[in-house]
């Protein structure tokens, strides 16, 4: 009865090697979100997607992409992860961008060595 | 500017004793304030959300208040117990360009104590 899956859930690549984090939902959500946590401190939204459109936050580095095939899948692409992008990366979903739930994946921990 | 404070960074009680968390938003505009629940390594998991329509909803021992004047809205957790130790952050819906985004409040470590 997942709702939100994220693959893997654990990630660890080498500094530099590009890597790919997966998300889908059952949901049939509208909108997409990935968000960067790292220890101790909230998520921060770094994208989303509300069906096909791209929005990007102005503070999220070039080095982070994002693809939305469909509805259930999300992929977020690091290009070129530095240790400073070491960080658990959660995705989410709601029906739209305002007063709506977002519920979360488990997230996936990338470590980079 | 968007801002979403959050006090205290850090709670401790005795079981049974209640809890209150606190935030204050900065965007007038806000319409939608869930709290999140996060364990250690786990998801965020929503326990409760108001929307400005209301001033008060309560889920058993959780209930949350908003006061729209002051901006600001608050958890409170009754009985607690000590599964109820983790991280919670609340949240509020603010206007970005072009569209509207959920911004966190810098979270509150609650540490329950048997």
């Known amino acids: 009865d997942a709702m939100v899956i994220q693959n893997p859930r654990y990630q660890v690549t080498q500094f530099g090697k590009p890597v790919t984090l997966s998300c889908s939902q059952t949901?049939?959500?509208?909108?997409m979100y990935w968000y960067q946590q790292k220890s101790s401190q909230a998520p921060k939204l770094l994208f989303h997607y509300y069906d096909k459109d791209f929005n990007n936050e102005a503070d999220t580095p070039d080095n982070f992409q994002s693809r939305r095939p469909n509805t259930s899948f999300c992929f977020l692409d690091i290009r070129s992860p530095g240790l400073g992008d070491a960080a658990m990366y959660l995705c989410a979903t709601s029906w739209g961008t305002s007063e709506y739930t977002q519920y979360f994946g488990p997230g996936t921990r990338l470590t980079v060595l | 500017g968007e801002n979403v404070e959050q006090h205290p960074s850090t709670l401790s009680v005795q079981e049974g004793d209640s809890a209150v968390i606190k935030c204050t938003y900065s965007d007038s505009a806000s319409n939608y304030f869930p709290w999140y629940k996060q364990e250690l390594g786990k998801r965020p998991q929503l326990i409760i959300d108001?929307?400005?329509?209301?001033g008060e909803k309560k889920d058993q021992r959780i209930a949350v208040t908003l006061n729209k004047t002051a901006k600001h809205f608050s958890l409170h957790i009754t009985e607690t117990q000590p599964e109820d130790s983790a991280v919670y952050f609340c949240a509020a819906i603010l206007q970005n360009t072009g569209f509207q985004k959920l911004v966190f409040g810098t979270g509150t470590r609650l540490l329950v104590s048997p």
């Open positions: 949901l049939n959500h509208n909108v």
């Open positions: 108001i929307r400005s329509n209301v």
